[in-house]
T-cell receptor, first 111, second 112 residues
Framework: RKEVEQDPGPFNVPEGATVAFNCTYS??????FFWYRQDCRKEPKLLMS???SGNEDGRFTAQLNRASQYISLLIRDSKLSDSATYLC????????????FGQGTELSVKP | NAGVMQNPRHLVRRRGQEARLRCSPM?????VYWYRQLPEEGLKFMVY????????ESGMPKERFSAEFPKEGPSILRIQQVVRGDSAAYFC??????????FGPGTRLTVL
């Protein structure tokens, strides 16, 4: 089983739609969770950090289910500028904090 | 406060040459991470360094690759005798020792 698995995508949605991505992780020792976005294979940019059960920031909501070992990202009222690849990341502190990225889920928001 | 800086942004090398990639962490950050993204693949961890120490190099290829983070100056990722399969984007990230990592713009290496 891969350490991190994400919805393969691509997701093609119209502007204004609500879209959700899922990410499962295999290592139950994971302590912090991050969602990054990557545009056109440029550098990843931090979108959200998740430490407890979830986090919300404007149109973006991340939820964590430790028992089932998955995290999700919900985007409401999608904008054209949300088009990107979304990377899920669990981190384990005693491994030095290295990020183990999933393959990413590609989102394309259409007018 | 400048972000993570990497140079060069683009590097072209012929097979057999050496590639040196540099990374200057954000001001106040003493932890540096290198990641590689091969074409059509996800980002993979390579190495984690603190000043003058390699903490975790579990993602580094066994041969030809080395990294350092000297007391003064940037972190260097060195690839000796490059091959076409080394062509990739190499990203550096830094942190202050907490969990949040900030990425540099990357170096795109092309091996001819």
């Amino acid at each position: 089983r891969k350490e991190v698995e994400q919805d393969p995508g691509p997701f093609n949605v119209p502007e204004g739609a609500t879209v959700a991505f899922n990410c499962t992780y295999s290592n139950s020792a994971s302590q912090s969770f991050f969602w990054y976005r990557q545009d056109c294979r440029k550098e990843p940019k931090l979108l959200m950090s998740v430490y407890s059960s979830g986090n919300e920031d404007g149109r973006f909501t991340a939820q964590l289910n430790r028992a089932s070992q998955y995290i999700s990202l919900l985007i409401r009222d999608s904008k054209l500028s949300d088009s990107a690849t979304y990377l899920c990341d669990p981190m384990i502190y005693n491994q030095g904090g290295k990020l183990i990225f999933g393959q990413g889920t590609e989102l394309s928001v259409k007018p | 406060n400048a972000g993570v800086m990497q140079n060069p942004r683009h590097l072209v090398r012929r097979r057999g040459q050496e590639a040196r990639l540099r990374c200057s962490p954000m001001k106040g950050h003493s932890h540096v991470y290198w990641y590689r993204q091969l074409p059509e693949e996800g980002l993979k961890f390579m190495v984690y360094l603190q000043k003058e120490n390699i903490i975790d190099e579990s993602g580094m290829p066994k041969e030809r690759f080395s990294a350092e983070f000297p007391k003064e100056g940037p972190s260097i990722l060195r690839i000796q005798q490059v091959v076409r399969g080394d062509s990739a984007a190499y990203f550096c990230a830094s942190s202050a020792g907490g969990d949040t990592q900030y990425f540099g713009p990357g170096t795109r290496l092309t091996v001819l």
